[in-house]
């Protein structure tokens, strides 16, 4: 039997009642030129346009200097992202330090990183349809990078089952498919995800990652600028809205279409991608 939970010590109270620190202050962190970006949204070309199936995922290509959205077209359907770096697959989304600098989910002004040793960003949310929600009461927001994605793994764990339509393993196929890599190795490719339309928090209880309805409808979208060459996967999951549950055959499920768009010529007059990280990497030695 697993011991009680320990008494409280005397100075309990005072010990909880001492104020956070932000862990890392983005004062300094330079800023994205959101007018710039605002300005280039005028006159976008629609040049390519990639359907995310129901329970099933899809990649797609964003070349630097292009505007992505994630459009809801036919009811309420959350989306898992992966993104690499087009050219090198071993730069890839890192929802942690994105997490760590923004917060659990992300709206416009809001940029998605890159994983160490590269951190920098690889796409700036540029228009959030759905940035009127805010915090609701339970804790919870939408655009999470706080979620792993559901997976056949922990699914088998739970239930014992081999659930194949699970985000991993969409972004799987759909990652093998394209690059040509056998699934094992694409496998080893995906990544945690920015869950796009989802709604979630923690539970103010027991700290428990919670999901709920997504309050997307058809028509909204989540749009990103695309700050290096982007290979994306966007899985529509099992799970619907998921408003009941992760990874399912019953939950009602939509498409997700992506949209690629491209500004006028001369509208980003003066922007550069982004270099990678200035770390020497000589880490001490």
Partial sequence: MCDARPSAPADAEARR?????ICYPVDTLPAAPMALYSAAREGLLLV???????RDAATFTVPAGHFCRIVSVDGPQVGDL????ANDLSERFFSGKTRALHGTHVTTGDRLWSNLPHLRPMATVTHDTLGWYGIDGYGGS??????????????????????????HSNLTRALADHTGLPLDQAELHVHDV??????????RDTGQYFMKASPVRPGDYFEFFAEIDLLGA?????????????SSDTAACHRLEIQILK???????????PAANGYDRSHGR
Avoid at 194 to 203: P, S, Y
């Fill in 234 to 246: 966007l899985s529509a999951c099992p799970g619907g809205d998921c408003s009941s549950e992760h």
């Fill in 48 to 54: 390519d346009t990639v359907t995310a199936p129901a």
């Fill in 142 to 167: 939408v655009h999470d990078v706080i979620g792993t994605r559901c997976d056949p793994y922990t699914n088998n764990l739970l239930s014992g089952g081999q659930y194949h339509h699970c985000c």
């Fill in 194 to 203: 920015l869950n796009v339309f989802m709604c979630t928090g923690f539970t």
């Fill in 82 to 85: 992966n993104l690499w770096n």
């Fill in 17 to 21: 009642a001492i104020a956070p620190v």
């Fill in 263 to 273: 500004p006028a010529s001369g509208a980003l007059q003066g922007w550069q991608a």
